[in-house]
């Protein structure tokens, strides 16, 4: 399913779908989501490029304008992919999801990494967006073999946003 309007494309994945691949040098303009009541993971793949579709969304208004939005199920493999100025996040993934050999490139305020969810494991990753790379809010989070090339806004590592809770 795809919702095209004035604000954003987004290709929700039917939940028996389990494989999104990206054939070398395709691109999608707008959003990958995963669908409500998703108990499977889903593996997002290839060897293409996500790219952003519009202006840039700050703070809780900008959540359904995340490039890659995998956060019904659990599980998810996000890897080999290329997300190019995305909205908001570059990646938000659920509970013991993996995001391997990821590139991401923004140049806007306010353009995020990855967020993840508690068990989940980031690696071998570039990040070059202009706000915070990785977020570590939950816990047992694993990042390792990342390259960061900061801009002038955010951090590489943001442990917290508006309240704090005690994660591991």
Known sequence: ????????????????????????????????????????????????VI?????????????????????????????????VCPRHFSIRTSDSSVVRNVKMFGYNYNVDGIVAGANSVIENCYSKVNDDHIKLYNNN?????????????GGVFQLAWNSVKPVS
């Open 141 to 153: 989070m694993v990042v390792r073999n990342c390259c960061f090339y900061e801009q002038t806004n």
């Open 1 to 48: 399913p795809h919702i095209q309007t004035d604000a954003y494309d987004r290709f929700t994945v039917p939940n028996d779908v389990d494989v999104v691949y990206f054939e070398p040098g395709a691109v999608l303009k707008g959003t990958i989501h995963t669908m409500q009541g998703r108990k499977k993971p889903l593996i997002v793949t290839g060897h293409g």
């Open 51 to 83: 790219l952003g579709n519009g202006k840039i969304v700050s703070g809780a208004k900008g959540i359904p304008y995340n490039a890659v939005e995998l956060i019904h199920g659990s599980g998810h493999i996000v890897e080999d992919v290329m997300v």
